[in-house]
């Protein structure tokens, strides 16, 4: 496909690369360093993974060409009203999934079209809910697959996924890390695809 723009996606995620690369548009991948992730601990759970996706591209604001078309993202798991990151080590992983086993919890992911001449910011929420995990299940999973990177401590598409997800509502790519069929469909609005 042709496209008015040229397409940057600003994350190292090999995920999010590999979801954009299936709508078939062309892309490069470039990241900034150091852009500040936080946000006010009084911003409701919903609304943190747009907020952070718009404070990544307010940072690429003054580095694109007029041809260039930005896509930040972020992605939280919710369970509860708690906000679970990445884990910073093994027993946090471990604590992480076991918060999930037996619940439903919610992956929202924000994300920010930018141009030097508007702006669309939107987030997607998907409904995932785990079977009650063993602690054998978990120990294997964490000490396999190291989800260190994972916001939750979960690949959907890794063993855990294919073991422990017993529900999902709303968009399987957007637990991944990036909701493709709404970015599709917002560039359609936007006439870029």
Request: include cysteine; charge should be negative; charged fraction near 25%.
């Amino acid at each position: 496909m042709v496209t008015p723009y040229h397409l940057i996606l600003a994350s190292n995620s090999p995920r999010r690369k590999e979801l954009l690369a299936g709508l078939g548009l062309p892309f490069e991948v470039r990241v900034l360093e150091g852009i500040d992730e936080s946000y006010p601990k009084e911003l409701p759970v919903a609304e943190v993974a747009l907020y952070i996706a718009g404070k990544k591209a307010a940072v690429y604001r003054q580095t694109i060409a007029d041809d260039e078309l930005i896509i930040t993202a972020d992605t939280v798991v919710v369970v509860g009203d708690e906000i679970l990151g990445k884990p910073v080590d093994e027993a946090d992983a471990v604590r992480m999934l076991r918060e999930l086993s037996g619940r439903t919890h919610q992956v929202t992911t924000g994300v920010c079209l930018l141009t030097t001449q508007q702006e669309r910011r939107f987030a997607v929420t998907t409904d995932v809910t785990f079977k009650s995990l063993t602690d054998d299940e978990i120990q294997y999973y964490v000490t396999r697959y190291k989800p260190f990177d994972k916001a939750g401590a979960y690949g959907i598409q890794e063993w855990i996924g294919y073991i422990g997800v017993t529900g999902l509502h709303g968009s399987y790519y957007n637990v991944m890390g990036l909701p493709v069929q709404r970015i599709y469909n917002e560039l359609q609005t936007l006439k870029i695809v």
